[in-house]
């Protein structure tokens, strides 16, 4: 289902303060009815504190949050009834069985017993977990976990799905596997608030997203908008010879829109990969490689964020 014009959620000057620290600073974002939104950014940025503040588990310091129209201050209750949320470490109960966590957490809602065997079966169904309902938890793989995880937060069929860092340390065919579950669960009209830190998961996932970077909202849009505002359709990565690194001063003017230094490489940002690439080719700067790409998220996410090392 496409996304609608009603807003789930609604923030004006979010704020999110520990004591002299200030981890989310006055953002705002609209969240709509059946979209796929992200949160992108690096460690510390505000991401997780703006999630926890969405799902009523961390108290608002300042700004406006409404969440399904309802105010998290004096509502969280009646909000929490109506969301799931997977949150970014695994905390099943490693003594049950995979079924025993579903039907366990599904008694928090007062949920019947026999719908919650039904909502049991459909659920372990749709993560593909049906032929491990009787394991325990402990020796299950990571992606099998973080998967039952995404089960139990749907036990109370909720209309609104929090997933922080879905799939952060599963191998790439679980990554692919839970992706697949979340595109689904969209089509089926959930809305999935999502922070990541993975670009190809934004891509693949989000609808629209933020980026967020030092507490601040620093850009917001659709991957390709994104992609289109910050960066430019294609990139040359080049490797120089060592030797001629040093020379390469004033070389390169004119052949991009913009060049970026790095340590073993130098990023042309162009329209026409190829075409720069001969321009570089009849300035006879020796190369020891080259590569064409499509810019990506990642382009955009270390234009406004930096690639110094965050810890």
């Known amino acids: 289902m496409p996304p609608s014009d009603e807003v789930l959620v609604h923030a004006r000057r979010l704020t999110k303060r520990f004591g002299d620290f200030t ?16 949160f992108l950014g690096p460690n510390g940025a505000g991401k997780t504190s703006t999630m926890r503040m969405i799902a009523c588990s961390s108290p608002i310091t300042d700004g406006d949050l409404t969440v399904m129209g309802m105010d998290p201050r004096h509502q969280a209750p009646q909000i929490k009834s109506r969301l799931g949320v997977v949150p970014q470490i695994d905390n099943l109960d490693a003594e049950l069985t995979v079924r025993e966590n579903l039907e366990m957490y599904a008694r928090y809602f007062d949920i019947r017993r026999d719908l919650a065997r039904q909502r049991t079966d459909e659920l372990l169904d749709f ?5 491990r ?11 099998m976990k973080r998967r039952l995880t995404i089960a139990r937060a749907l036990v109370n069929d909720p209309e609104m799905v929090i997933l922080d860092e879905p799939t952060t340390g599963l191998d790439p065919q679980a990554r692919h596997l839970v992706w697949e579950r979340l595109y689904r669960l969209k089509q089926r009209g959930r809305t999935l608030i999502i922070t990541t830190h993975y670009m190809d998961e934004a891509e693949q996932l989000c609808d629209r997203l933020v980026v967020m970077d030092k507490a601040k909202i620093v850009a917001e849009g659709s991957p390709r908008d994104l992609i289109n505002r910050y960066s430019t359709r294609e990139v040359l990565e080049i490797r120089v010879a060592e030797a001629a690194r040093t020379n390469l001063d ?38 020891e490689s080259a590569l064409v790409r499509r810019s990506s998220l990642e382009d955009v996410f270390l234009h406004l964020t930096g690639r110094s090392l965050i810890e």
């Open 250 to 287: 004033g070389r390169l003017d004119g052949i991009a829109d913009r060049i970026e230094e790095l340590p073993d490489r130098t990023l042309l940002y162009v329209t026409d990969g190829e075409e720069a690439l001969d321009a570089v080719h009849r300035r006879e700067i020796p190369l």
């Open 23 to 38: 981890a989310v600073d006055a953002v705002d974002f609209d969240v709509h009815t059946g979209e796929a939104f992200g």
């Open 133 to 143: 309902a009787g394991d325990q938890v402990d020796p299950l793989s990571g992606g």
């Open 127 to 131: 993560v593909q977990l049906s032929e």
